[in-house]
């Protein structure tokens, strides 16, 4: 038995899960035409789809766990388990208008046209404010319908905003803010749902290690409360005396971003002889 794993056959998703897998330690030998993956090192197959596909196939227990946009799961709207936000893929969902418009507040879309592919995300938020407006479903570039006269307005991805300012649009709500996550069936056997918990444990544990460093350093004895009060650790860092009398090697873990920060203080306390090395895996 094995879990079942939906994933972005080609796309802005691909990439990031292939790579949170391997991160994992599993490998995938993928099948010749690339519909279904297994894996050797882990109980686990991955199944190429569509990304508008996975809520589906998950929520009828095609595949047990999938990986896709909050976006595809709030517009999908199926019967799946949020299980953890991956913190990729990060983007969010906008109304935008032309840019020239006078705009004052969403009331402004009122009796007007308005372009997406996210018809059941927008109906939502236009009930919601009581905006009566035409949706206008169309499956691909949208950022166009105001230019060829097919809607006065759109609501669509955003990241950069770039798209929106080569077609001459201004962003004017944001609606939802979206990021990459993983999906879950709901009726998982408990089998399955040891499975996926070792597979999220991993996960976890990848991220955690992200951005971590051990760190050693030499510093004398007279120094080491002030240096230890600058330093953060897993619990507390480790004091080993050297051989040279009246100095100690302190050993501990730093996140990068902490580390320019701290590098200088670590310094001027007396801190020689700093050593900054990868962790691969770091489990609390
Ligand atoms: O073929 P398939 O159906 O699987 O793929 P797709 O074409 O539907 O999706 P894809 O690969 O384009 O995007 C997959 C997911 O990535 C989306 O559902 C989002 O969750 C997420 N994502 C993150 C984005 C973007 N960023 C993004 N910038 N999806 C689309 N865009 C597009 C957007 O549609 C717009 O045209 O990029 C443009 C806007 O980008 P900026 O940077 O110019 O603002
Ligand atoms: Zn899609």
Redesign the pocket.
């Known amino acids: 038995m094995s879990l079942r794993l939906a994933i972005?056959?080609?796309?802005?998703?691909?990439e990031k899960s292939l790579e949170l897998i391997a991160e994992c330690d599993i490998k995938i030998d993928q099948g010749k035409r690339k519909l279904i993956g297994v894996s050797n090192d882990y109980p686990l197959e991955i199944l190429y789809?569509?990304?508008?596909?996975i809520p589906q196939y998950v929520a009828d227990g095609v595949a047990d766990i999938g990986i896709?946009?909050?976006?595809?799961v709030m517009e999908k709207d199926k019967n799946v388990k949020i299980v953890k936000r991956l913190g990729f893929?990060?983007?969010r969902l906008s109304l935008a208008i032309p840019k020239d418009e006078d705009y004052q507040g969403v009331e402004w879309f009122n009796g007007k046209r308005i372009a997406t592919?996210y018809p059941h995300i927008l109906k939502n938020f236009l009930n919601e404010k009581g905006i009566k407006a035409d949706i206008e479903e169309i499956s691909?570039?949208?950022?166009i319908a105001p230019s060829i006269g097919l809607a006065e307005g759109i609501f669509?991805?955003?990241?950069?905003?770039?798209?929106?300012?080569?077609n001459r649009l201004k962003e004017v709500e944001i609606v939802m803010q979206?990021?990459?996550m993983i999906i879950s069936s709901k009726n998982l056997s408990a089998e399955k749902q040891a499975l996926l918990d070792g597979l999220l444990f991993r996960i976890q544990t990848v991220q955690e290690s992200k951005g971590n460093k051990y760190i050693l350093l030499n510093a004398p004895n007279d120094k080491l409360p002030e240096i230890i009060k600058l330093l953060p650790g897993m619990k507390s860092p480790t004091i080993l005396p050297l051989h040279l009398e009246g100095w100690s090697s302190i050993h501990t873990v730093i996140n990068e971003k902490e580390f320019w920060g701290i590098i200088d203080k670590l310094k001027t306390h007396g801190a020689e002889g700093i050593l900054v090395i990868p962790i691969e895996k770091m489990i609390k």
């Open positions: 972005q056959k080609s796309g802005r998703l691909s789809l569509r990304d508008d596909d896709v946009g909050e976006n595809e893929s990060k983007c592919s691909g570039s949208v950022e669509d991805i955003v990241s950069s905003g770039s798209t929106l300012v080569s979206s990021e990459a």
